[in-house]
């Protein structure tokens, strides 16, 4: 059960209107690394969860992350407060309107003509949200990972949105969002280290000759560290096809009905490697060869 309380969890103060600004606040309250992604991500796989412990922490921070997409909206609609009364009284002329609207060089004119200056489910470049930002896969060795890099890259955004702007309260509000990403990651890395046969992720073992081999697929040269050092793994300096020893080929079994029809079919789609046939490129050049259109042949 959830229950609205009308205080923001952080005091939002903007200086003034910016639809520019407003349409990059965008990226967080629609965007892949936004807070509604993230609110999604973390409710979906806490209801799914059934250790009571992470259950909680899912919950928890999902809970958190719809407080944060509070914030962002009222940022976004406080900074669209000007062009919203703009648009729908009219009271200035058209030029000067649209002049406040596209000034900055980005697209606030169009978030703000469709949604009334608003904020929208829509990233800063005017794509919709959608669920396929949920990355879940159902095994929490594996979420909990993908959870520490989605609240990584949501922390990088509002670095760039604290960059892009002067306005010392929507830095500050910015600051605490950003600070709460560094702290829900540390959640995050506690939990999945709390679980103790946490790698590799699944119940399945890798096959043993495979699961530490570096293949040296970039030539001569290559750069050596910790990431492939024959202390940690089994350098293979040039993998040939294939490395299981075989000759690389892929065979399947048919039966004769199958392999009969594949084998017409073949036969129908061969190519015929002597014929230089005139293709469109070869009309529509300035000075198309003359050549038989049926053997190819001048």
């Known amino acids: ?6 205080g923001l969890q952080y005091t939002v103060r903007v200086a003034g ?14 965007g892949a690394q936004g807070e509604l992604a993230a609110a999604m991500r973390y409710f979906t796989q806490g209801l799914a969860e059934d250790d009571a412990g992470r259950k909680d922490l899912l919950l928890d ?5 719809l407080s944060h997409l509070e914030i962002i909206g009222t940022i976004i609609a406080m900074l669209n407060k000007g062009a919203k009364g703009d648009l729908a009284e009219g009271t200035q002329k058209e030029a000067e309107l649209y002049r406040s609207l596209t000034g900055n060089g980005n697209d606030s004119h169009i978030t703000s003509l469709l949604y009334g200056g608003g904020p929208s489910l829509i990233n800063s470049a005017g794509v919709p949200w959608t669920a396929a930002y949920v990355d879940t896969i159902g095994e929490p060795t594996a979420d909990l990972r993908s959870n520490i890099a989605a609240e990584a890259r949501a922390k990088l955004v509002y670095e760039r949105l604290i960059n892009v702007t002067d306005d010392p309260g929507i830095k500050d509000a910015l600051g605490f969002l950003m600070t709460r990403e560094v702290a829900h990651q ?8 709390s679980i103790r046969n946490n790698f590799p992720p699944g119940k399945l073992p890798p096959v043993p ?5 570096y293949f040296n697929m970039s030539g001569e040269g290559e750069v050596r560290g910790s990431w492939n050092a024959d202390e940690n793994f089994n350098y293979v300096r040039d993998p040939q096809p294939a490395v299981d020893g075989g000759d690389g080929g892929a065979t399947v079994n048919l039966g004769s009905e199958q392999a009969s029809d594949l084998e017409a079919m073949a036969m129908r789609l061969q190519s015929t490697p002597d014929v230089n046939p005139v293709t469109g490129a070869d009309l529509g050049a300035a000075n198309p060869i003359d050549k038989d259109r049926t053997t190819g042949k001048k």
């Open 186 to 193: 540390k959640s995050f890395e506690k939990a999945l280290y």
């Open 61 to 65: 921070i999902a809970t958190e992350e």
């Open 1 to 6: 059960m959830f229950k609205h309380v009308k």
């Open 17 to 30: 209107p910016n639809p520019g600004l407003a349409n990059l606040m965008l990226e967080q309250f629609g």
């Open 209 to 213: 000759e495979y699961a530490n081999t």
